[in-house]
């Protein structure tokens, strides 16, 4: 019996360990992922240290970042829904790099005295 818990704890700390790896190749910190979930960065940290998933928190996370409910609540299968859900994330994510890019570009000129071309 106690074999059976210990490979539960395994596959807790694989689980959790594996979305902390998500989330950092995904460049969403902390403090972002706190905020999505409506929990403190303290909360989000004790979560992701050793607690198992469960079914209300696996179906939050996967709403908040399209992460697979059966990979948080099993360990079993990919880490995000599908490969169009990670692929809608990564999309999205180089939307918003360009946004900002054009946006810095834009507060550059105006501080230089330039204005902006439309």
Do not use: H
């Not at 989000?44 to 928190?57: D, E, M």
């Amino acid at each position: 019996m106690a074999k059976a818990n210990q490979m539960d704890k395994v596959t807790v700390a694989r689980i959790n360990r594996e979305v902390r790896l998500w989330l950092n190749r995904q460049r969403i910190s902390r403090e972002d992922a706190a905020a999505r979930l409506g929990l403190t960065p303290a909360s989000l940290s004790v979560y992701l240290a050793a607690r198992p998933f469960s079914v209300k928190r696996a179906r939050r996370w996967a709403a908040a970042f399209g992460l697979s409910e059966r990979f948080l609540l099993t360990g079993q299968g990919p880490v995000v829904k599908r490969a169009s859900s990670y692929r809608t994330l990564v999309d999205e994510n180089e939307r918003l790099r360009a946004i900002i890019k054009e946006q810095e570009r834009e507060i550059d000129a105006l501080r230089n005295g330039n204005t902006l071309s439309e």
